[in-house]
């Protein structure tokens, strides 16, 4: 059964800090995997997809990298902002048959302080 | 990008009553649709896979008649919580997904819906 963990379940840092969210799943038998931001009583909001195939991706100042081997993804942030503040989840896409189901891990809840 | 909306955002019911939440994709066709609940503090938890015109999948644990999903058009899926009771407050969301969306696999969320059963 696909377990994801995140690391550090919270995280404080001053504007302007590079910072680094680490997800792993226990099963490299993945599909792909969705970085997504969740401000508190909304919805998600993607951030970046990496296929399976895939190293990394980058949007702006967020840059994903997947290691499939070792089970692991980072989410990079660069320049980090106050509006930066909000929980980031992590999903896996299953390995098999393209279900699209999603494992979600707890998330990162981040705060950006000015 | 691609846009889904669910209705309503929020809704206070009495227990035992039931209460019906839309989930529509806006500008795609979405051939699955997927229903998470999260629990304050908690992560997203699956709860089924809609597919247009045939019965959605459930996930284990997941009691399919008190959460009845209908999935009747490639933009529209519905979750009905029967007799409601206050263990099923939660926070409701859906996502859609289509292989027409520009990313093969990627899925487009919903804005959620607060459920709250006195």
């Known amino acids: 059964k696909q377990e994801v963990t995140q690391i550090p379940a919270a995280l404080s840092v001053p504007e302007g800090e590079n910072l680094v969210l680490n997800c792993s799943f226990t099963d490299s038998a993945i599909y792909n995997l969705q970085w997504f931001r969740q401000d508190p009583g909304k919805g998600l909001t993607s951030l970046l997809l990496i296929q399976s195939s895939q190293r990394e991706q980058t949007s702006g100042r967020l840059n994903a990298s997947l290691d499939k081997s070792s089970g692991r993804s980072t989410l990079y942030i660069a320049a980090s902002q106050p509006g930066d503040s909000a929980t980031y989840l992590c999903a896996v896409g299953g390995g098999s048959g393209n279900t699209g189901k999603l494992i979600f891990g707890q998330g990162t809840t981040l705060q950006v302080k000015p | 990008g691609a846009v889904v909306s669910q209705h309503p955002s929020w809704v206070i019911c009495k227990s035992g009553t039931s209460v019906k939440i839309e989930c529509r994709s806006l500008?795609?066709?979405?051939?699955?649709m997927f229903w998470y609940r999260q629990f304050p503090k908690q992560s997203l938890m699956l709860m089924a896979t809609?597919?247009?015109?045939?019965?959605?999948?459930?996930e284990q644990g997941v009691e399919k008649d008190k959460f009845l999903i209908n999935h009747a058009s490639l933009t529209l899926s519905t979750l009905t919580v029967t007799s409601a009771h206050p263990e099923d407050s939660s926070f409701y969301i859906c996502s859609a997904r289509s292989l027409l969306a520009g990313v093969l696999n990627e899925q487009f969320f919903g804005p959620g819906t607060r459920l709250t059963v006195l």
């Open positions: 500008d795609f066709q979405a051939t699955t």
């Open positions: 809609s597919n247009e015109g045939s019965k959605a999948t459930y």
